[in-house]
């Protein structure tokens, strides 16, 4: 276990590199989120965030003309990166294959931002820095590599859970969907409002899941600066549109047990998430 000191050359972010023109708007157009970005206040705050890991991160900021190509790219091999095989400039893949050649990106999770770009865009904060590392891993282009296909296979299989309860406990029909539910579909409404009611970040509080699957990026990102996944206890009722929907008391209990028993396991699925993810960099 990393032994909690607060040095930030010791700390699990072990490097944030600044490349481009943080005056221009390329892939970070809003003037905003350039200045969060290029903020050495806001690096500081991101490394305190992820002070409490037992991993070890390498972030790229990059704002660069074309850079913004290779957004949500997911895991890249750095191999090709001179072949122009991830999209970004060659400038960009130089300097990252360099790093690496000197072993500045053993054992960590290397992460490229290029643009901050998503279904409803919040303005960049460190909590949005450590909410993206998620998109990066499991960008929504299909399981395209075995780290994103076992991120999906995280993601679907709460969804599941989380189905199965809306409909014993709350009495919701066929949720009528592919596990990526999208606006229109059956389950979309109920899983947004259950996912909302179930987390303890502030997007869940707030209502401001723009997705269903929006939850997991808010709770990997609650494990990686607190340590845990946190829970709520379900609610009486899910309230869709005009009418809310009541739970069965006699089986709320055993439901919210194993939502709890689920909110510890999170652990052990993102430290195995995690592992395969050192050595690789991740675009987003």
């Known amino acids: 276990m990393r032994l909690k000191e607060f040095r930030l050359d010791e700390m699990p972010v072990r490097d944030i590199t600044h490349i481009g023109n943080w005056e221009r708007a390329h892939g970070f157009t809003n003037p905003m989120d350039r200045r969060a970005m290029n903020s050495p206040t806001v690096m500081d705050k991101v490394r305190k965030k992820l002070a409490g890991s037992d991993y070890d991160f390498v972030f790229y900021m990059v704002n660069s003309p074309g850079a913004r190509r290779a957004a949500f790219r997911g895991m890249t091999d750095i191999d090709k990166l001179h072949q122009g095989?991830?999209?970004l400039p060659p400038k960009v893949?130089?300097?990252?294959?360099?790093?690496?050649?000197?072993?500045?990106?053993?054992?960590?999770?290397?992460?490229?931002?290029?643009?901050?770009?998503?279904?409803?865009?919040?303005?960049v904060t460190p909590w949005i820095i450590v909410h993206r590392m998620w998109h990066a891993i499991s960008p929504r282009v299909g399981a395209v590599n075995h780290?994103?296909?076992?991120?999906?296979?995280?993601?679907?299989?709460?969804?599941?859970?989380?189905?199965?309860?809306?409909?014993?406990?709350?009495?919701?029909?066929?949720m009528n969907s592919l596990y990526f539910y999208r606006p229109g579909d059956a389950g979309f409404l109920p899983q947004k409002r259950i996912l909302e009611a179930l987390g303890t970040t502030r997007a869940c509080r707030e209502g401001m899941l723009s997705f269903p699957t929006e939850f997991f990026p808010e709770i990997f990102a609650q494990y990686l600066t607190r340590g845990e996944v946190r829970f709520n206890p379900l609610p009486a009722?899910?309230?869709?549109?005009?009418?809310?929907s009541r739970a069965n008391p006699e089986l709320l209990e055993d439901a919210n047990e194993e939502l709890q028993t689920y909110a510890r396991d999170f652990k052990y699925y993102f430290d195995d998430l995690l592992n395969q993810c050192a050595n690789r960099v991740f675009i987003v």
Not at 149 to 160: D, V
Request: hydrophobic share 35%.
């Open 147 to 174: 780290v994103d296909k076992f991120a999906h296979e995280i993601e679907e299989g709460f969804l599941r859970v989380t189905e199965r309860i809306l409909q014993t406990v709350y009495g919701f029909g066929n």
């Open 85 to 87: 095989y991830a999209g």
């Open 93 to 123: 893949a130089l300097q990252i294959q360099q790093d690496s050649s000197t072993g500045k990106l053993e054992d960590a999770v290397t992460v490229v931002y290029v643009d901050n770009s998503g279904a409803d865009r919040f303005v």
């Open 237 to 244: 009722g899910i309230k869709i549109r005009r009418g809310t």
